[in-house]
């Protein structure tokens, strides 16, 4: 009798916990726009926009960087969100031509902390001076 009652013990155990919530990623605690500034070691700061779209844990959506001295990027940004990290991929349509026999991506991916209507994080990016990196800071409007 005492190993049938452990034995319901433990299934009514199991079950509690099989029926608990998981982690999850809020539906939509990334749509809309997002603008701030990054900055770069040993560049310049610029302003960032991101219009964002999320599904499940997916987000797309479209960005625009800018400088004072460089023209502006644009290009479509992808990632995952695990609340509250938030992984960003940015890619322009234009390549980087660094010379006539180099030409890079432009890509930049971004690691980021998901604090209610604020972003922030770091990033990282290879251009024709090599790898760089900086922080990223947003707020939605």
Do not use: K
Not at 25 to 30: E, F, K, T, V
Not at 39 to 58: C, K, M, R
Not at 114 to 119: A, D, T
Request: hydrophobic letters at 40%; aromatic letters at 4%.
């Amino acid at each position: 009798m005492h190993r049938v009652i452990g034995f319901l013990v433990c299934c009514a155990w199991l079950l509690c916990g099989a029926c608990s919530p998981q982690p999850s990623s809020p539906s939509g605690a990334l749509d809309g726009t997002w603008a701030g500034t990054m900055t770069g070691d040993g560049s310049e700061a610029g302003g960032v926009t991101l219009v964002l779209a999320q599904t499940g844990a997916g987000v797309s959506g479209t960005f625009v960087m800018t400088r004072p001295s460089a023209p502006d990027r644009t290009g479509v940004v992808t990632g995952t969100l695990a609340a509250p990290v938030v992984l960003l991929t940015f890619a322009s349509p234009a390549p980087l031509v660094c010379s006539p026999t180099v030409t890079l991506s432009g890509t930049l991916s971004a690691t980021m902390t998901l604090n209610g209507s604020r972003m922030t994080g770091t990033y990282s990016a290879f251009t024709c001076g090599g790898a760089v990196g900086g922080t990223i800071d947003l707020t939605r409007g």
